[in-house]
Nanobody
């Protein structure tokens, strides 16, 4: 049974940084793609970043140059380093994964991912 557990959220001032982590279990090897999504109150869940099993990445335009997604296959962990945070980055951040034995991104839609974590709250406010 696949499980994803996020951590690292919190309250940070505008311009600050946070590093989110997502530890996965139940996968066989590294044949899966991962992504980060976020959801603000009253809004739909939106794509933030994704990484393939080989390390290829794609980002939402508004986070390019500020966020970095990476993965450590040996630790079954995916990270989201968030710098220069803005109030509009606030929301619940979810880790997502899908078995995907290809060296390309799985997708940027929530429906592209089968497995989800419980979410971690990120609040950017002064």
């Amino acid at each position: 049974q696949v499980q994803l557990v996020e951590s690292g959220g919190g309250l940070v001032q505008p311009g600050g940084s946070l590093r989110l982590s997502c530890v996965g279990s139940g996968f066989i090897g590294s044949n899966y793609a991962e992504g980060w999504f976020r959801q603000a109150p009253g809004k739909e869940r939106e794509f933030v970043a994704a990484v393939s099993r080989s390390g290829s990445t794609v980002y939402k335009d508004s986070v390019k140059g500020r966020f970095t997604i990476s993965r450590d296959n040996a630790k079954n962990t995916v990270y989201l380093q968030m710098n220069s945070l803005k109030p509009e980055d606030s929301g619940v951040y979810y880790c997502a994964a899908h078995v995907w034995p290809f060296n390309i991104i799985r997708g940027i839609n929530a429906a592209d991912y089968r497995h989800w974590g419980q979410g971690t709250q990120v609040t950017v406010s002064s």
